[in-house]
């Protein structure tokens, strides 16, 4: 048990249909970060957010869009999903004293078809 | 952020230590490495991180040479829990955005 939980633990989409994930902490935490992790790749940065505002973005299309609340909620909206967005996403929690390392979720396991 | 390089595959026999080693020959002097490792089915776990010096907690040691060019993880009791993807991460953490850059890692299995 990592103290962050993501939902659903497992997804099936219709390619060109919207989905959003969902990931929450019961510890404070100011930064949360996604992941997609393609089966038998390393996770690649989505983006981050810091105090409900995107700080920072990786190579994903604009179709893949985020938010943070103030309840230390985060969700990630995927549109127009196409088949290659099948993936592990990870969600992903650190306080600003990057010394404590990002603690992730078990992730929801998302299937286009 | 520096590139990492790790063999994609270890075995060890449980009970003894198990060292992973990472090149990451690029790395700058505000960079620190970081070791995360991922179980079956489970989100990316920290393990430790360092920036010059040795460091040790209670799941592993991280070795750096002095060159800071490459460094060693290690697990000094492997368990078959401790079979996992283990990734060794460079990352700058100055900025404001700390992102983590994950290649393939190193599949280590613990063998009984």
């Known amino acids: 048990e990592t103290g962050v939980t993501q939902s659903p633990t497992h997804l099936i989409k219709t390619r060109g249909q919207q989905v959003t994930l969902r990931c929450s902490s019961q510890s404070g935490h100011n930064t949360v970060s996604w992941y997609q992790q393609a089966l038998g790749q390393g996770p690649q940065f989505i983006f981050q957010?810091?105090?409900?505002?995107e700080n920072g973005r990786g190579n994903f299309p604009p179709r893949f869009s985020g938010l943070q609340f103030p309840n230390y909620s985060s969700e990630l909206n995927v549109n127009a999903l196409e088949l290659d967005d099948s993936a592990l996403y990870l969600c992903a929690i650190s306080l600003r004293d990057w010394g404590l390392g990002y603690t992730f979720g078990s992730g929801t396991r998302l299937t286009v078809v | 952020d520096a590139k990492t390089t790790q063999p994609p595959s270890m075995d060890c026999a449980e009970g003894r230590a198990a060292n992973l080693p990472c090149n990451h020959s690029?790395?700058?002097?505000?960079?620190?490495v970081y070791w995360y490792r991922q179980i079956h089915s489970q989100g990316p776990q920290y393990i430790i991180h360092g920036l010059k010096n040795n460091e040790t907690n209670e799941m592993a040691s991280l070795i750096i040479t002095e060159d800071r060019k490459s460094s060693t993880l290690i697990l000094p009791h492997a368990t078959l829990r401790d079979t996992a993807v283990y990734y060794c991460i460079v990352l700058n953490s100055g900025g404001s955005n700390y992102k983590l850059t994950f290649g393939k890692g190193t599949l280590l299995t613990v063998n009984p």
């Open positions: 690029t790395i700058s002097g505000n960079e620190y």
């Open positions: 957010y810091y105090r409900e505002e």
